[in-house]
T-cell receptor, first 113, second 114 residues
């Protein structure tokens, strides 16, 4: 069975540009969450989506947005990139909205130059 | 109240030894405490998790000890192996809220010497 898949694996962008990261959850999982992991730190919660609706948002600026599609895959968009947005962006999927294990993908390493 | 404090930041253990990583939390509404293992360039992988109605959970060489009154929990890796060398994160969540998010600790970089 395929786990959580994220694309691309690595990305280099210039300050001010926009980026879109993609995530396919485990088959049958309806919840997708996004986390940002800065080097040397633990992951920080950005968004949770369940059944195509935003169910939670972390302390991130409006430059960050996301959506979930009918097949439960998800995209994370970041506008007006800053150097500080350089991080590993992780997607996690869960079967339900709450109360179940979360399984992480391998992440997308974003470097902003 | 949303923080999870993790220690030590790094740990070096001899092969066959016991690795112990500690975490503390403030929010008593947290009711699910997983531990994740992360290798360089990879996403975190779930190792073991515990709920506060039990004081200990063991899976193979990995044991979580949970002290509800002290709001602390720890991961014990018995018979540590070089392949266990990785970064370990504790986390906490409220499974009863409308948003399911993990609050992660800052991580412990474990090195097991051969």
């Amino acid at each position: 069975d395929a786990g959580v898949t994220q694309s691309p694996t690595h990305l280099i962008k210039t300050r001010g540009q926009q980026v879109t990261l993609r995530c396919s959850p485990i088959s049958g999982h309806k919840s997708v969450s996004w986390y940002q992991q800065v080097l040397g730190q633990g992951p920080q919660f950005i968004f949770q989506y369940y059944e195509k609706e935003e169910r939670g948002r972390g302390n991130f600026p409006d430059r960050f947005s996301a959506r979930q599609f009918p097949n439960y895959s998800s995209e994370l968009n970041v506008n007006a990139l800053l150097l500080g947005d350089s991080a590993l962006y992780l997607c996690a999927s869960s079967p339900q909205l709450v109360g179940t294990e979360a399984f992480f993908g391998q992440g997308t390493r974003l470097t902003v130059v | 109240q949303q923080q999870v404090k993790q220690s030590p930041q790094s740990l070096i253990v001899q092969k066959g030894g016991i690795s112990i990583i500690n975490c503390a939390y403030e929010n008593t509404a947290f009711d699910y405490f997983p531990w994740y293992q992360q290798f360089p360039g990879k996403g975190p992988a779930l190792l073991i998790a515990i709920r506060p109605d039990v004081s200990e959970k063991k899976e193979g060489r990995f044991t979580i000890s949970f002290n509800k009154s002290a709001k602390q929990f720890s991961l014990h890796i018995m018979d540590s192996q070089p392949g266990d060398s990785a970064t370990y994160f504790c986390a906490a969540s409220r499974t009863t809220s409308g948003t399911y998010k993990y609050i992660f600790g800052t991580g412990t970089r474990l090195k097991v010497l051969a």
